[in-house]
Nanobody
Framework: QVQLVDSGGGLVQPGGSLRLSCAAS????????VGWFRQAPGKEREFVAA????????YYGESVKGRFTISKNNAERTVYLQMASLKSEDTAVYYC??????????????WGQGTQVTVSS
C-alpha cells in the first residue's frame, strides 16, 4: 500500500493553468503506475492521466489530451499534473492514485485525499 498526499488545487479562470502534486509517503513509486482521476458533482469518476514510474510511459484521458501533462520527479518521489487551457468542465475533485498497473488503478489503486480544482471567472 502506498500513502499519497495530493495538493495544488484551487480557483483559476478559464484558460488558466494549475499544477497538482502527488507525493508518496513512506515509500517510493518504483514499480507503480501513478496518476489522477477526477470526479465532478453528479458525474462518474473519470480517468485523467497516468505515468508508469519505471518506463516513463504516459497515458491521458481523451478530454485532457493536449492540455494536461503528467510528469515525475524521482528524487522528490512526486508526480505532477500540469494543467493548461483550463475549462469550466475541468472543475472537479482530483484524486491521485497509485497501483501496480494502469489498468488496475481505478479498482485496486491507493487513493489520495483529493484536491478541489475550480475553473470559473
Amino acid at each position: 500500500q502506498v500513502q499519497l498526499v495530493d495538493s495544488g488545487g484551487g480557483l483559476v479562470q478559464p484558460g488558466g493553468s494549475l499544477r497538482l502534486s502527488c507525493a508518496a509517503s513512506g515509500r517510493t513509486f518504483s514499480s507503480y503506475a501513478v496518476g489522477w482521476f477526477r470526479q465532478a458533482p453528479g458525474k462518474e469518476r473519470e480517468f485523467v492521466a497516468a505515468i508508469d514510474w519505471n518506463s516513463g510511459d504516459v497515458y491521458y484521458g481523451e478530454s485532457v489530451k493536449g492540455r494536461f501533462t503528467i510528469s515525475k520527479n524521482n528524487a522528490e518521489r512526486t508526480v505532477y499534473l500540469q494543467m493548461a487551457s483550463l475549462k469550466s468542465e475541468d472543475t472537479a475533485v482530483y484524486y491521485c492514485n497509485a497501483a501496480k498497473t494502469v489498468a488496475s488503478m481505478n479498482l485496486y489503486g491507493d487513493w489520495g485525499q483529493g484536491t478541489q480544482v475550480t475553473v470559473s471567472s
